[in-house]
């Protein structure tokens, strides 16, 4: 080699099948400028592997719930369970993932449930699929000698699992674990807790924060504590809940949310604290009250967000113990605006307004009328009944309530201008822009 010229050697270093974790090995390489020169330089160095062994890390997480367990690895699932209630014969879904820390491509992990029979007593039951939703049932290989995959880089299987909880079921949690391991090696485990709350019944009423008062205290059928109102489309309606425990003994209950939110609404649940408690998860899966006092009450808030699919609507909202339950029934008729009619100089001659655009001559009292979006469903009281508003001469924005409102429009509209902004609001709004011309004989918009 010439002075200043470098060589690279590549060496690959392959670690005996039965090698254990923990074993080191080590090479020393030894490079000698000359060794027949008085002044022959030597330089050595020194290379060191360490065997470890492919470790398993299982995360879990109940349907719509965060993952849990991801980073944590013991074999007895301890620090990564999820936890759920659920009513009697309910099922509660979710997914377990698995990645592998220094594992090679074709890795074999073995899947396993440690007490299935354990588990599967009193009528206790859950199936296993390969697959996050849907998939094939892998609950006979999972249970049984074990289920297998193989690991992937860049690839972490995800399966899913449900749990049932048999009927008549009261007061009892069941868990259910599931374990990763990779050959005889390091293994991990992740476990699902599913409780049914103790057979109470609670008492539930319910009233509209901004009027009125609490329907359904010491009344527990459905169908005697309807909370009727006439509401606005696309608006947030808000609605205190009273959930009182009417027994000597502390007891929790279990929210379930309703099965027949129209498409497009939503709801949210907060407690006394202003905290958004509202649960995400499956079917026939609620939220859970804090421990509540014997004879004691809690209020939270639940806001409900509506839109304009349809006139009526018919919620429950609905608590329970394991199977005892009392609810309310919110019967609400929507409301809101289609457009809007006009009239000049307080004739009767209403006409629709056509492209949101109404030209009038200078000095007109524009009567203005709001159309309602349902016909057969009258305007919500005070404070959400139809609002009008719109810019006076001096720029200032005026308000009015009601159906009708009356505006007087004296000043000729600027050339170029828009014209003067009036609208409507009931949830959603309808707006009109006013141009004023100089001729007095009246125009067609």
């Known amino acids: 080699m010439n002075d200043g ?9 392959t670690a005996p099948a039965n090698a254990s974790a923990g074993q080191t090995s080590a090479l020393t390489f030894r490079v000698e400028a000359d060794p027949t020169s008085e002044t022959n330089a030597i330089d050595v160095v020194k290379a060191t592997w360490n065997v470890v062994a492919p470790t398993p890390d299982l995360a879990i997480r109940a349907e719509g719930g965060a993952w849990q367990g991801a980073a944590v690895m013991n074999a007895d699932g301890a ?64 249970t049984g000698e074990g289920w297998t995959t193989r690991h992937t880089d860049g690839f972490e299987p995800i399966i899913g699992w449900e749990m049932k909880a048999p009927e008549g079921a009261s007061d009892v949690t069941r868990v259910l674990g599931v374990r990763a391991q990779v050959g005889a090696g390091a293994s991990d485990a992740v476990r699902a807790s599913v409780r049914v709350l103790p057979n109470v019944r609670p008492d539930v009423a319910i009233r509209h924060l901004e009027n009125g008062f609490f329907v359904g205290e010491n009344v527990y059928s459905p169908t005697d504590q309807p909370l009727e109102l006439v509401v606005a489309v696309e608006n947030t309606e808000r609605f205190l809940v009273k959930i009182t425990n009417p027994t000597n003994a502390t007891a929790q209950f279990l929210f379930e949310p309703p099965t027949n939110l129209p498409k497009g609404w939503s709801y949210k649940l907060t407690n006394e604290l202003g905290e958004d408690v509202t649960t995400p998860d499956s079917e026939n899966q609620g939220l859970v009250t804090p421990p509540i006092e014997p004879y004691q009450s809690i209020e939270w808030f639940l806001s409900l967000d509506t839109n304009a699919l349809q006139p009526r609507v018919t919620l429950p909202v609905r608590f329970s113990g394991a199977g005892a339950f009392d609810e309310c029934q919110l019967k609400l008729q929507l409301q809101g605006i289609a457009g809007a009619e006009y009239s000049l100089d307080g004739g009767a001659n209403w006409q629709i307004v056509e492209d949101n655009v109404l030209t009038v001559p200078k000095g007109s009292t524009v009567g203005f009328n709001a159309i309602p979006l349902f016909s ?32 007087y429009h004296p000043t000729p509209t600027l050339a170029g201008a828009e014209g003067e902004t009036v609208r409507v609001a009931c949830g959603n709004d309808f707006t009109v822009k006013v141009k004023v011309k100089a001729e007095e004989e009246p125009t067609t918009p």
């Open 5 to 13: 010229d470098a060589q690279q050697f590549n060496v690959e270093v």
């Open 79 to 142: 620090n990564q369970t999820v936890e759920r209630v659920a009513k009697p014969g309910a099922t509660v879904r979710g997914q377990i993932k698995l990645s592998v820390a220094e594992a090679q491509n074709g890795q074999s992990v073995r899947w396993s449930v440690p007490d299935w029979d354990a588990f599967r007593a009193d009528g206790w039951d859950a199936k296993f699929f390969d697959a996050p939703q849907g998939g094939s049932e892998i609950t006979g290989l999972i």
């Open 376 to 407: 057969d469903v009258p305007w919500p009281d005070d404070p959400f009944e139809p609002t009008w508003s719109h810019q006076d001469e001096a720029g200032k924005d005026q308000h009015y309530y009601g159906e009708k409102v009356f505006l």
